[in-house]
């Protein structure tokens, strides 16, 4: 494979071949995944009581300061596979009993994504857990492939989202991309087990000193959506981590006090899903990418 990339939001026009790539991805044409195994650190109606088959992509399109998966975000490291080993991983994964098939930032890799997810049958729900930095054009791709959306809504201002992110379009793009899920997928479905079958599930993790933002993007999703038709999850876990000396408004934790009153602002616009309380701010969930599920590399 050898393409030149404008896939992502950015268009960088990168040139990627199966070995080698560009742009702020870093990543080649040919995803590289470093676990593909039940994961339970998601929301309960993604890792239920078997857990979620979480499929870990290296690289990333963002720049997060904060970000917790550094250690594969900001590099292209794991296995590389091509799309029917992509497709042998994701049976394999599925056969440990798990509820989902949660494929982990694969927005850069949404072309042999797409194409191992064409006619594969696995029987149980393909979850999209993304950053919700992604094109229209490139969800398009998933259509009728991936039955649960689950994006970040990271940011409500410019400034912040280029400051923190690289990425001054974020919010512009984030709710065009969270739009287009919802025309995909439409209202949540829950089935008998209380998992999540269909739909989208908006995440926001509240940052410091960004509590209005917080309310910001409830708003929108209160606002945009019928009633019921989309999950929120407000996440409190965000955890200070190494390199963040020139961010010193990062280097906090969220407080109670904000946490507090912004699950009373959630649940005031009568929003559905998740909340966290500030004792889930750890590292404990951040799985080993030590390549976890994965077949010996293809001879």
């Known amino acids: 494979m050898d393409m030149i990339c404008n896939d992502c939001p950015r268009r960088c026009g990168a040139r990627r071949t199966d070995e080698t790539g560009g742009g702020v991805c870093l990543s080649p044409a040919l995803p590289r995944v470093t676990r593909a195994a039940p994961h339970f650190g998601e929301e309960p109606c993604i890792s239920g009581t078997r857990g979620s088959g979480a499929v870990f992509f290296s690289g990333c399109n963002l720049r997060c300061v904060f970000c917790q998966n550094r250690e594969i975000s900001r590099k292209s490291t794991g296995q590389t596979l091509t799309v029917p080993a992509l497709r042998e991983t994701l049976l394999?994964?599925?056969d440990t009993g798990v509820h989902n098939i949660n494929l982990v930032t694969g927005t850069h890799f949404v072309r042999p994504i797409a194409e191992a997810l064409s006619g594969l049958d696995l029987g149980i729900p393909v979850v999209w857990n993304s950053s919700g930095y992604e094109s229209v054009e490139s969800l398009r791709l998933l259509d009728r492939l991936v039955q649960v959306y689950m994006p970040d809504f990271k940011y409500w201002k410019s400034e912040p989202a280029k400051r923190y992110s690289a990425a001054a379009d974020y919010p512009e793009v984030a709710k065009a991309a969270i739009?287009?899920?919802?025309?995909?997928?439409?209202?949540?479905?829950?089935?008998?087990?209380?998992?999540?079958?269909?739909?989208?599930?908006?995440?926001?993790?509240?940052?410091?000193?960004?509590?209005?933002?917080?309310?910001?993007?409830?708003?929108?999703?209160?606002?945009?959506?019928?009633?019921?038709?989309?999950?929120?999850?407000?996440?409190?876990?965000?955890?200070?981590?190494?390199?963040?000396?020139?961010?010193?408004?990062?280097?906090?934790?969220?407080?109670?006090?904000?946490?507090?009153?912004?699950?009373?602002?959630?649940?005031?616009?009568?929003?559905?899903?998740?909340?966290?309380?500030?004792?889930?701010?750890?590292?404990?969930?951040?799985?080993?990418?030590d390549g976890t599920g994965l077949s010996a590399p293809e001879a």
């Open 179 to 289: 739009r287009e899920m919802y025309r995909q997928r439409g209202p949540v479905e829950l089935d008998g087990e209380g998992m999540l079958r269909s739909g989208v599930l908006i995440r926001h993790l509240i940052l410091p000193g960004q509590d209005l933002a917080a309310m910001d993007v409830m708003d929108f999703a209160a606002e945009e959506f019928p009633a019921g038709s989309v999950l929120f999850s407000l996440m409190s876990q965000y955890t200070p981590m190494p390199g963040l000396e020139r961010f010193p408004e990062l280097q906090g934790r969220v407080s109670p006090e904000t946490n507090d009153n912004l699950i009373a602002y959630m649940q005031k616009l009568g929003l559905e899903g998740y909340c966290q309380e500030p004792e889930a701010a750890t590292g404990e969930m951040i799985p080993a990418f």
């Open 92 to 94: 394999r994964l599925r």
